[in-house]
Nanobody, 123 residues
Framework: VQLQAYGGGLVQTGGSLRLSCAAA????????MGWFRQAPGKEREFVAA????????YYTDSVKGRFTISRDNAKNTVALQMNSLKPEDTAVYYC?????????????????WGQGTQVTVSS
């Protein structure tokens, strides 16, 4: 599985960005998908996950109510809509794919990673 993330950029506090991730995979719908982020000097952390069907989603507490993960299995894409952005959301964001039918909530659940896209939120 090859993943290509894009859509990052510079935005002011309170603004919005939409990240997308395109997957090259013959069986994209059999993978759980997720987004992680890594700020300078910090470990990569979980942000959001979506099940293979898209019916189930899960978020880390700090983004609940502000971020929405979605997927389109017909187009082999997963998206992360980020609203009400805060400076602490600044990080490189990575999409990831892992085998399984449920929600994959930890880094070790994922086998495949995109290259990352920078999100910077100015105060």
């Amino acid at each position: 599985v090859q993943l290509q993330a894009y859509g990052g950029g510079l935005v002011q506090t309170g603004g919005s960005l939409r990240l997308s991730c395109a997957a090259a995979a013959r069986t994209f719908s059999s993978y759980g998908m997720g987004w992680f982020r890594q700020a300078p000097g910090k470990e990569r952390e979980f942000v959001a996950a979506i099940s293979w069907s898209g019916r189930s989603t899960y978020y880390t507490d700090s983004v609940k109510g502000r971020f929405t993960i979605s997927r389109d299995n017909a187009k082999n894409t997963v998206a992360l809509q980020m609203n009400s952005l805060k400076p602490e959301d600044t990080a490189v964001y990575y999409c990831a794919a892992g085998p399984g039918w449920g929600l994959l909530k930890v880094l070790s659940d994922y086998n495949y990673w995109g290259q990352g896209t920078q999100v910077t939120v100015s105060s």
